[in-house]
């Protein structure tokens, strides 16, 4: 069982262009912090580091594998992992896309796969 509690809740396309769902979660009795991120898109989660301002820098993805094995036993959905998120975007992910995310792709030409599901070129 794990036990934290949840705060600072962000809701995708809640009047900005951000393309998921966000909590930042404090666990381990407040010793831990971390921000679960919902793909509003796709059925994958991820976890990152927390930062001052949502609005500026990169998404630092981190794992959590405690709370994905939570989340993983409560939500039919993927956890994206930390070393995943960081690569760069290869044709067996590429190919799922539909046209529209296809020419975004080609256009911001995002470096992570991250970047991809959690929509972080715009």
Request: glycine share 4%; proline share 5%; net charge negative.
């Amino acid at each position: 069982m794990v036990r934290g509690k949840a705060a600072d809740f962000h809701r995708a396309y809640d009047g900005d262009y951000i393309n998921y769902h966000e909590a930042t979660i404090s666990y381990d009795f407040g010793r831990k912090v971390v921000r679960i991120l919902c793909s509003a898109c796709y059925p994958v989660i991820a976890f990152a580091l927390p930062r001052e301002s949502r609005e500026t820098g990169r998404i630092n993805f981190t794992d959590c594998p405690m709370l994905a094995n939570v989340i993983g036993e409560k939500l039919d959905c993927a956890v994206l992992f930390a070393s995943d998120a960081h690569r760069q975007p290869a044709p067996s992910v590429t190919d799922a896309l539909d046209e529209n995310e296809l020419r975004y792709l080609a256009y911001w030409k995002p470096q992570r796969i991250g970047d991809v599901v959690f929509n972080q070129w715009d």
